[in-house]
Each structure stands twice: as structure tokens, then as C-alpha cells.
Nanobody
Framework: DVQLQASGGGLVQAGESLRLSCAAV?????????IGWFRQAPGKECEVVSLINRSTISTYYAGSVKGRFTISSDNAKNTVYLQMNSLKLVDTAVYYCAARRGPPPQYPPPEGGMEYWGKGTQVTVSS
């Protein structure tokens, strides 16, 4: 079974950067994994931020972060990163690492389309 551990959140000022890490354990070489990041701010729905296919390295970015965030996968370390640049106040949220096996029937998949979840890491952007 896949286990995910997210880290790297913190408090930064608008315009600064953070890098989140998601370390995974239990990947099966026979499965095609999609790994990514979701975020949820207080009072708001959980939304997909970015996804990456571990094998093809194809990526997805939400429109609100495209051009500012970069997702990458270090397969040797079984770790996915989210480099977040030019952070804005609206990026403040709890960020969750999530994964699923195989291509989702809906792309990008909603929260319910992911199989495995790590604990969230808080990202707070101040003025």
C-alpha cells in the first residue's frame, strides 16, 4: 500500500518561494502512478494544484498557479516536489500530497479520484 509524507510548508511573504516535498513508500513498478498536490483553504473546497505522471513526466497545473509553480519527480528518491515561486496571499492553504494508480477517468481528477493521501503541510503567505 502506498504511503505519502508531505513536508516543506511554512510562513513566507508574498513574492517569496517555498518547495514542498512528497516522499512516497510502496510504489509498485507495475503500476502507472499519478502524483500531485491539492490544497484547501479555510472555508473553501479542496482543489487540485498540480499533477505529474511518474513515468511519462507529463504535468498538469491549475490556471491559478501556472507559470509560478513547477512540479517534478525524482523517481530514484520516490519523491515529488512542488516548487512554488511568486507566492500570493491566495496561495495560503493546507497542501496535501495525493496519488492514484492509472489514468483517471476525469482529468484533472477531483479529490475523490485520488487513492492515497498524505498529511497536509501548511503554507501561509503574508503581506
Amino acid at each position: 500500500d502506498v504511503q505519502l509524507q508531505a513536508s516543506g510548508g511554512g510562513l513566507v511573504q508574498a513574492g517569496e518561494s517555498l518547495r514542498l516535498s512528497c516522499a512516497a513508500v510502496g510504489f509498485d513498478i507495475n503500476d502507472d502512478y499519478y502524483i500531485g498536490w491539492f490544497r484547501q483553504a479555510p472555508g473553501k473546497e479542496c482543489e487540485v494544484v498540480s499533477l505529474i505522471n511518474r513515468s511519462t513526466i507529463s504535468t498538469y497545473y491549475a490556471g491559478s498557479v501556472k507559470g509560478r509553480f513547477t512540479i517534478s519527480s525524482d523517481n530514484a528518491k520516490n519523491t515529488v516536489y512542488l516548487q512554488m515561486n511568486s507566492l500570493k496571499l491566495v496561495d495560503t492553504a493546507v497542501y496535501y500530497c495525493a496519488a492514484r494508480r492509472g489514468p483517471p477517468p476525469q482529468y484533472p481528477p477531483p479529490e475523490g479520484g485520488m487513492e492515497y493521501w498524505g498529511k497536509g503541510t501548511q503554507v501561509t503567505v503574508s503581506s
